[in-house]
């Protein structure tokens, strides 16, 4: 059984369209994030969720939104798509919030806008 | 930003050697995290250590801590090729801080 698992594993798209990116965990975990990854490597989290409550937003476009309808699941909606866009996004998911547990990370969806 | 920073940024060994990476960082911390990304897949969690922790073993691998120099190493012992991997430390400076990641060091063991 798969942790945290993401779908699709690749995603490649015109500028300007919105697709969306699903999460579930099933681990029981009450807290899960978005992460990007970008071409370097660098990773930068996007949102946390507690509870299906949002309880971090960092500096991330309006055109993304995060959707929680139950705390197994955290989805990620993209809104007119941009070539910057492109990165690898990661889901995670926490036993609590904050940094205090270690987190479980999703294998990890390849988004290409093109 | 307390962002981590790893050291080096590559590293190649032979298999059974051992692999030092270090991570420093700039304010002070609730715990540091060690993850490994094996190419093309998710992280996977390897060792936290708490600010009140100087050291911290798991099987193969070696965690320290120094808060008075804002630095950490992790070590592998008598690695193997699958160690091969990107490997990142991550902080926070609370319990309620997001995790924030370094750039990784990408360790490369030939066998």
């Known amino acids: 059984d798969t942790a945290v698992s993401q779908t699709p594993k690749y995603l490649v798209t015109q500028m300007g369209n919105d697709k969306s990116i699903k999460c579930e965990q099933n681990l029981g975990h009450d807290t899960m994030y978005w992460y990007k990854q970008d071409s370097k490597k660098f990773l930068k989290i996007m949102f946390s969720?507690?509870?299906?409550?949002?309880?971090i937003n960092e500096t991330v476009p309006n055109r993304f939104s995060p959707k929680s309808p139950d705390k197994a699941h955290l989805n990620l909606h993209i809104n007119s798509l941009e070539l910057g866009d492109s990165a690898v996004y990661f889901c995670?998911?926490?036993?609590?919030?904050?940094?205090?547990?270690?987190?479980?990370f999703g294998p990890g969806t390849r988004l290409t806008v093109t | 930003s307390q962002q981590g920073e790893e050291d080096p940024q590559a590293l190649s060994i032979q298999e059974g050697e051992n692999a030092t990476m270090n991570c420093s960082y700039k304010t002070s911390i609730n715990n540091l995290q060690w993850y490994r990304q094996n190419s093309g897949r998710g992280l996977v969690h390897l060792i936290l250590i708490r600010s009140n922790e100087r050291e911290k073993h798991s099987g193969r691998l070696r965690v320290t801590l120094d808060t008075s120099k804002k630095s950490s190493s992790l070590l592998i012992t008598a690695s193997r090729a699958a160690d091969t991997a990107s490997y990142f430390c991550?902080?926070?400076?609370?319990?309620?801080?997001?995790?924030?990641f370094g750039k990784g060091t990408r360790l490369s063991v030939i066998a």
């Open positions: 991550a902080t926070a400076s609370s319990g309620n801080t997001p995790l924030v």
């Open positions: 995670a998911s926490s036993p609590g919030g904050g940094a205090t547990y270690e987190q479980y």
């Open positions: 969720y507690n509870n299906k409550e949002l309880i």
